[in-house]
């Protein structure tokens, strides 16, 4: 069975920055597109970064300028950083491994931007 692990979220004040972990063990790292997707209460899942097997990247819209995903094959491990954080970043990010049809998630991890 294949968890992604996120790791890096926590309290940071508005306009700060924070870098977002995630590691996936268990499979071709290096074969499998990797995403971070967010939500909020009441809300789905929504794409907020993603990395494909061969580096091409997609940012949504709130995040362009601000947020860089990169990977490391090496270490089986997908980052975020994200830099001038405002508080309507404040959500619950998880961390996801695509492969065609396989998917995998991670358990989640909160960032909270606040004063």
């Known amino acids: 069975q294949v968890q992604p692990v996120e790791s890096g979220g926590g309290l940071v004040q508005p306009g700060g920055s924070l870098r977002l972990s995630c590691a996936a063990s268990?499979?071709?790292?290096?074969?499998?597109?990797m995403n971070w997707y967010r939500q909020a209460p009441g809300n789905g899942r929504e794409l907020v970064a993603g990395v494909s097997s061969v580096g091409n990247t997609n940012y949504a819209d709130y995040v362009k300028g601000r947020f860089t995903i990169s990977r490391d094959n090496a270490k089986n491990t997908v980052y975020l950083q994200m830099n001038s954080l405002k508080p309507e970043d404040t959500v619950v990010y998880y961390c996801n491994a695509q492969l065609a049809y396989i998917k995998y998630w991670g358990k989640g991890t909160l960032v909270t931007v606040s004063s």
């Open positions: 268990g499979i071709s790292f290096s074969r499998y597109a």
